[in-house]
């Protein structure tokens, strides 16, 4: 789609030239014309804001649940049983209100962010942990998010809680250290409990006094997953350890661990500058390319219309438009994710989306009032991501 054009908005004065009588005829000096400074109007930049606002207005007109202040599963249906209700879609509904809040600077979206907070907790039985590690870890994301963009020390302080609880969560017992991804099952060794512990140490680092003790985190997590769940050499990203006696792996490829163990590894560039983490990154983003996508239409593959498979994507887009804007990636790299990443943002407005700003699990089929919370959230978040990338880009070439 091409829609940058140049607007010069050109307004001319008109004068009057006044002859003055006196001594000599001489006419009074005549006023310069005087002209409005260019302005340069980004149409790409303003689409995509447009679009990105009337998909999450609608996306929050379908699913928050304003007396219980969480988002339901499905659209109409208030979450009144255990069937219903999933936790870790939640933190990806609300990283979604961020991405509004963020790119319009509007504060009413913040009054969602309090409310959440309370609502969650207390649908979740009055506590953020979870046995399902996994889930602990989106909600420390999605807090981490919450106090980056406001400043409230409840969200970092929780935060903080979440992550010393991930932390205790490690074991060597089963295939020499990791993360579990259930508390009550030590030796469940997960791809989706690892790779986004290590995003929390990393930003937790950045965040939160730049301890060196969550830098350690960090790297120890990066090295147990590269070691026992990533083939090294193309970035393919595992799903979970089968047997840690022969260290088998179940060859489950999905976007979001694909995205988490790239993002993993991004963050851990922007703090040290160690070109291995950029390498890495750059490698599982290669890899998803070449192997988790709708060929046809050059997009992330369908993973489902709903539950766990429909919200894969989201985590994915998250972490890859941090790594589409990275400055030090070599030109291929950064010609082919950006056509890549774009790609996936203009198939899912112009033929994705519903009458009803509605999605489906598939970036180029609409969705209808039927499909989950999941759905909705994954195509939201290609949306809003598409959106802070045409941002920066703007706030780039004004420079």
């Not at 993360?179 to 099952?185: D, G, L, T, V």
């Not at 438009?321 to 790609?343: G, I, P, Q, S, Y």
């Amino acid at each position: 789609m091409k829609r940058l054009t140049l607007y010069a908005i050109l307004l001319m004065l008109s004068l009057s030239l006044c002859s003055a009588c006196g001594s000599g005829d001489e006419p009074q000096a005549q006023e310069p014309e005087q002209e409005e400074p260019e302005q340069e109007v980004n149409e790409e930049l303003e689409y995509w804001k447009k679009v990105a606002s009337k998909s999450t207005n609608a996306f929050v007109t379908h699913f928050w649940n304003q007396d219980r202040h969480f988002f339901n599963t499905f659209v109409g249906k208030a979450d009144t049983s255990a069937q219903d209700w999933c936790y870790w879609p939640q933190a990806h509904a609300m990283d979604v209100v961020i991405d509004a809040y963020v790119r319009s600077g509007n504060k009413n979206w913040k009054t969602y962010f309090d409310e959440w907070y309370v609502g969650v907790k207390q649908k979740s039985g009055g506590s953020y942990f979870n046995d399902f590690v996994d889930d602990m870890e989106w909600i420390c994301l999605t807090m981490i998010r919450l106090y980056e963009h406001t400043g409230e020390k409840k969200y970092i302080v929780t935060a903080q809680s979440l992550w010393d609880k991930i932390k205790s969560n490690w074991n060597e017992q089963y295939s020499g250290g990791g993360i579990s991804w259930k508390q009550s099952e030590p030796w469940s060794k997960n791809s989706c409990s690892n790779g986004p512990a290590g995003i929390i140490a990393a930003r937790m680092y950045k965040l939160n006094g730049k301890k060196q003790d969550d830098l350690d985190w960090a790297k120890k997590i990066y090295e147990w997953q590269s070691a026992k769940l990533v083939e090294t050499s193309n970035g393919k990203v595992y799903d979970h350890i089968v047997n840690h006696d022969t260290g088998e792996r179940r060859d489950w490829f999905f976007t979001y661990n694909q995205g988490t163990y790239m993002g993993m590894a991004h963050e851990l560039y922007t703090i040290t500058k160690e070109q291995k983490y950029l390498n890495m990154a750059v490698k599982a983003a290669n890899w998803t390319l070449n192997n988790l996508v709708d060929k046809k239409y050059n997009i992330l593959k369908h993973e489902g219309d709903g539950g766990d498979g429909a919200l894969f994507k989201a985590v994915f887009v998250r972490y890859f438009v941090k790594l589409v804007l990275e400055k030090n990636l070599e030109r291929a790299d950064m010609n082919r994710f950006t056509n890549f990443f774009n790609n996936n943002a203009e198939v899912l407005a112009e033929q994705g989306t519903g009458n009803d700003y509605n999605y489906s699990g598939h970036w180029a089929t609409p969705g209808n009032r039927t499909y989950d919370l999941s759905a909705q959230t994954s195509a939201c978040a290609m949306i809003e991501a598409k959106t802070y990338y045409e941002i920066i880009m703007d706030k780039r070439n004004a420079q």
